[in-house]
């Protein structure tokens, strides 16, 4: 972690900027895709989970979420110190928590992500393809 001198003279460390070379991304056999995940919730759902909560409560679900993982997050890379209690979490399981309550979400308000991600990635492309290239503070 590169450490950041801010405008007060504080110095902070920050997430990589890069993908780790330890993270593979090349594709396998056991690849799932975002129609597959929100099926295999569904079934998961009906089958063993009886039913959906609400989707308010999901999205209270999803909130708790993504603080677990915002506090892992500020543990890990910020200056904040462990708890005992988190000290043995892990960054994945935390980001899958949270896919897995986005999916829930999705799969009972008729989203369909794999679409929604697609139409997404074509338009930020088309709004950002030159944005960040030119971007002073992305170069260097």
């Known amino acids: 972690m590169a450490p950041i001198r801010t405008r007060h003279g504080y110095i902070r460390?920050?997430?990589?900027?890069?993908k780790p070379d330890s993270?593979?991304?090349?594709?396998?056999?056991?690849d799932i895709?975002?129609?597959q995940i929100q099926s295999a919730t569904d079934e998961w759902i009906?089958?063993?989970g009886v039913r959906y909560f609400s989707e308010l409560t999901n999205l209270a679900q999803l909130t708790e979420e993504?603080?677990?993982?915002?506090?892992l997050i500020s543990r890990t890379y910020g200056e904040q110190s462990f708890k005992e209690s988190d000290?043995?979490?892990?960054?994945?399981?935390?980001?899958?928590?949270?896919?897995?309550?986005?999916v829930c979400l999705a799969n009972q308000t008729g989203v369909d992500l794999s679409h929604e991600f697609h139409k997404r990635l074509?338009?930020?492309?088309?709004?950002?393809k030159d944005r960040h290239r030119n971007n002073p503070k992305l170069s260097a």
Request: proline letters at 6%.
């Open 46 to 48: 009906r089958t063993v």
């Open 33 to 35: 895709s975002l129609r």
């Open 122 to 128: 074509e338009k930020k492309t088309a709004r950002d």
């Open 13 to 18: 460390r920050t997430m990589p900027t890069i």
């Open 23 to 30: 993270l593979d991304l090349s594709p396998r056999p056991d």
């Open 66 to 71: 993504v603080g677990e993982l915002a506090r």
């Open 87 to 102: 000290k043995h979490r892990d960054l994945g399981e935390e980001m899958a928590d949270v896919l897995w309550v986005l």
